[in-house]
């Protein structure tokens, strides 16, 4: 039995081969015509244009990375709800199911975080 080369196998080794391949060439080809200097200024940190105003070890509230992972845990959850969209007459009843109770976990999982107060940005008194 003759292996055809353009097999899907094949073909995303190739692909993978030869983007490995070119990955080193243009450093290859980078490093021989990169220009290499060093002076006083090259060393000195660039902060867009700005001189440098104080140290780097800023405390920052727990609070806004938290905000920052539910953004991008709902804001995923909404691409796929999107998906579901464009897809509905394929999908169904089944899909219709499992979509409804996506959403339903979503509104689970947003009670519990309103329920875990992490979205109160006010610090909780002492109760006595």
Same mark, same amino acid.
């Given at each position: 039995?003759?292996?055809?080369?353009?097999?899907?196998?094949?073909t995303? &080794? =190739?692909?993978?081969?030869f983007?490995f391949l070119?990955s080193?060439f243009?450093?290859f080809?980078? @490093?021989? &015509? *990169?220009g290499i200097?060093? /002076?006083?200024?090259? /060393?000195?940190?660039?902060?867009s *244009? +700005?001189?440098?105003? *104080? *140290?780097v070890n %800023?405390s920052?509230?727990?609070?806004?990375? %938290?905000? +920052?992972i539910?953004?991008?845990?709902?804001?995923?959850?909404? &691409?796929y &709800? @999107?998906l @579901?969209?464009?897809?509905i007459q394929? /999908?169904?009843?089944?899909? =219709?199911?499992?979509?409804f109770?996506?959403? =339903?976990?979503i =509104?689970?999982? %947003?009670? @519990?975080?309103?329920? +875990? /107060?992490?979205?109160i940005w006010k610090?909780?008194?002492?109760k006595?």
């Amino acid at each position: 039995m003759k292996q055809n080369f353009f097999q899907p196998e094949f073909t995303f &080794l =190739f692909f993978i081969f030869f983007t490995f391949l070119f990955s080193f060439f243009i450093l290859f080809i980078s @490093y021989f &015509l *990169g220009g290499i200097s060093s /002076n006083i200024k090259k /060393n000195i940190p660039f902060e867009s *244009g +700005a001189p440098d105003t *104080g *140290g780097v070890n %800023l405390s920052i509230s727990i609070k806004f990375y %938290l905000i +920052a992972i539910f953004f991008v845990i709902f804001d995923v959850e909404s &691409l796929y &709800l @999107y998906l @579901y969209s464009i897809s509905i007459q394929e /999908n169904g009843w089944i899909g =219709f199911i499992e979509t409804f109770f996506f959403i =339903f976990m979503i =509104f689970i999982s %947003l009670f @519990y975080i309103f329920k +875990a /107060n992490d979205f109160i940005w006010k610090k909780q008194s002492q109760k006595k």
